[in-house]
């Protein structure tokens, strides 16, 4: 089976044009990404994560009075029902972070003020989107927390979502750089059109399903290591290397032996991703800071090589792995922060997918058995 055997059927979509979008631009031709006309490397430079998230839900940057208002808006969106942080007492020992993140946003929906809602009322998807984004570095801060039998931390209305999620995480307030540091990584993996995880929310949504379960499809269509859980697939790997000491080595037998090399590759861009150019400056930039620039060496070594041998380029997700490996960010929590980011371009996409909705089915090629007769159960 192929291609052109079928004229009509790409296999995994590549190339399928399956909506239209006014949220972000990907131009593989320049490797440059934009959230609604902005260039993401702006954003990461000159703007705190809450504005991409205002300017990905809102359709316009925020003023100063509209910051200051969401961020407030935020704040007092964040806290979890009691009743959540039980449900992740009694969650397995062994469940997965992002497994924990499905069920906190499976009980959420119902504690919304707007569970009720009409699933196509604009205004009450807004609402909601807000109330999801706000949640998201709490809900992961909590289950990890939870997880290790530590109580969960309430968050400091002082702080934003980025620096809020290391407080919640480790206890202390982080400094300015750090703060910058995830201000800037959530910003570059807010949005990406449409990519395997937003496709599946809008499609979840599509049936006039709601918000909530479009971020738990969202969720569990992000954790596999061919989308977001490549980048702590990535950081083993790094690892892997490490105690192995030989990078060149390491990645010329792995390519010989046709192994998937976690955190290079992307279906859309051809000679780079617009994102990982920053979070590889970021990366090298903590390196300098806690003197250990040894993972970007290894890097540095990897990536020579992926391009030489099969131009291939570095993801966001290779860089943002030993980024947050340098800022002690336990590994099983790195997809779950690409949650945080994502929450903002899944909601911004299922509310532009319910706004003008139509139901997303497409269909395939049968190559089964031809018709035959029906045997009775007897007679098989
Ligand atoms: N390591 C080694 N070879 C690779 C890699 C890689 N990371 N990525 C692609 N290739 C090779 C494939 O083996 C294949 O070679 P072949 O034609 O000789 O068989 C060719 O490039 C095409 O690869 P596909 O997997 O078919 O490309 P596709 O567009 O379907 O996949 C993907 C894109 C999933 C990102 C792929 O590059 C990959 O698996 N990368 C590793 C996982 C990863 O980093 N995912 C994160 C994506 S970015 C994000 O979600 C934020």
């Not at 979890?80 to 069920?103: F, G, S, W, Y």
Request: aromatic share 8%.
């Amino acid at each position: 089976m192929s291609a052109t055997t079928y004229p009509n059927y790409s296999p995994g979509l590549q190339g399928v044009v399956a909506g239209i979008t006014t949220i972000s631009e990907i131009d593989v031709e320049t490797s440059s990404l934009t959230y609604r006309g902005i260039n993401v490397h702006e954003l990461a430079e000159h703007a705190v994560f809450e504005e991409t998230a205002y300017l990905l839900l809102m359709g316009k940057l925020p003023n100063k009075t509209e910051l200051a208002e969401f961020k407030a808006r935020i704040s007092n969106e964040s806290v979890l029902p009691k009743e959540v942080i039980e449900a992740l007492k009694q969650c397995p020992k062994n469940m997965h972070p992002m497994d924990r993140l499905k069920t906190v946003y499976s009980m959420l929906g119902a504690f919304d003020p707007d569970y009720k809602a009409d699933p196509i009322d604009h205004d009450a998807n807004v609402r909601k989107a807000v109330r999801i984004v706000a949640k998201a570095g709490n809900a992961v801060a909590a289950a990890h927390r939870i997880s290790e039998g530590l109580d969960p931390i309430a968050p400091d209305p002082e702080l934003g979502i980025a620096g809020n999620f290391m407080y919640q995480l480790k206890g202390e307030r982080p400094d300015e750089f750090v703060t910058k540091v995830m201000d800037a990584s959530l910003t570059l993996y807010a949005e990406h059109g449409f990519n395997a995880s937003t496709f599946a929310s809008r499609v979840c949504v599509a049936t006039l399903s709601d918000l909530y379960s479009g971020i738990v499809t969202g969720i569990g269509t992000l954790k596999g290591p061919l989308h977001g859980g490549a980048n702590e697939e990535a950081m083993y790997m790094l690892m892997e290397i490490d105690k192995m000491g030989d990078a060149e080595k390491w990645t010329r037998d792995a390519l010989a032996n046709k192994k998937k090399i976690m955190g290079f590759g992307h279906r859309e861009y051809r000679i780079g991703d617009s994102r990982a150019a920053y979070m590889t400056k970021l990366g090298k930039e903590i390196g300098q800071r806690v003197g250990d620039t040894h993972w970007g060496e290894i890097a540095n070594t990897m990536e020579k090589i992926m391009w030489d041998e099969k131009k291939l380029f570095p993801n966001v997700d290779f860089p943002s792995a030993y980024a947050y490996y340098l800022l002690g960010i336990p590994i099983p929590l790195y997809t779950p922060i690409f949650v945080i980011a994502r929450t903002t371009g899944w909601c911004a996409h299922m509310v532009e997918q319910l706004d003008n909705n139509r139901l997303i089915r497409p269909t395939c090629i049968y190559e089964g058995p031809k018709v035959t007769a029906f045997v009775p159960l007897d007679q098989r």
